[in-house]
């Protein structure tokens, strides 16, 4: 009965390949999101959809791209890594837009690249 | 800039009484929540603010002073599984949330 679940865990992967991270909420929330949290541990936020529309994208590189094939789920496809990206990716959701109401997290995915 | 500040890190001794502040200049205020987040694991919502004042939640408590652009979490009767990293996050003008690095808080016996 996970509320918001994302796969794989961990992910090692070389530069230069293709890869992505999968999420799933079961919490009816209208909006998902996508985090990117560094080694000095600050969250950045990368997407955002409500109710299928990308309604955040933040200043990262369109080697990132977020699919969401339905309200339930927020996918991440990252295109020719780098080692840069080598980070902890976390998927969110919240009901409404989020300014008041808090975040669910998943459990993270790290990704190495190397 | 939009910038918020936290201490990197502090101590505490089991049982005791800790108080996590937070200080915020940001394009408006919408409110302002904080995160606890275990090493390796997700964050989990703790408060959120959005009037002046002190919100209880049995063991933790926050602060709000919109004036002052300053808030705390007061943490007592610590046990050692409050071991962990606590995110200060404010929601701006444009409803966007700005997150601070976290204060880790280590709780000794």
């Known amino acids: 009965d996970t509320a918001v679940s994302q796969t794989p865990k961990y992910l090692v992967t070389q530069m230069g390949n293709d890869k992505s991270i999968k999420c799933e909420q079961n919490?009816?929330?209208?909006?998902m999101y996508w985090y990117k949290q560094d080694s000095k541990k600050f969250l950045k936020i990368m997407f955002s959809?409500?109710?299928?529309?990308?309604?955040i994208n933040e200043t990262v590189p369109n080697r990132f791209s977020p699919k969401s094939p339905d309200k339930a789920h927020l996918n991440l496809h990252i295109n020719s890594l780098e080692l840069g990206d080598s980070a902890v990716y976390f998927c969110?959701?919240?009901?409404?837009?989020?300014?008041?109401?808090?975040?669910?997290f998943g459990n993270g995915t790290r990704l190495t690249v190397t | 800039g939009q910038n918020i500040d936290q201490p990197t890190e502090m101590t505490a001794t089991e049982g005791a009484i800790v108080q996590i502040n937070c200080t915020y200049q940001?394009?408006?205020?919408?409110?302002l929540f904080w995160y606890q987040q275990h090493a390796g694991e997700a964050p989990t919502f703790l408060s959120y603010?959005?009037l002046d004042g002190l919100e209880e939640k049995g063991r933790f408590s926050s602060f709000l002073s919109r004036s002052k652009g300053y808030s705390y979490l007061l943490l007592k009767e610590l046990q050692m599984k409050d071991s962990a990293s606590y995110l200060c996050?404010?929601?701006?003008?444009?409803?966007?949330?700005?997150w601070g690095a976290g204060t880790k808080l280590i709780i000794k016996p």
């Open positions: 919490l009816g929330h209208d909006t």
């Open positions: 969110a959701s919240s009901q409404g837009s989020g300014e008041h109401s808090p975040l669910h």
């Open positions: 959809y409500n109710n299928k529309e990308l309604i």
């Open positions: 996050a404010v929601v701006d003008s444009n409803y966007q949330l700005i």
């Open positions: 940001t394009s408006g205020f919408n409110g």
């Open positions: 603010n959005v």
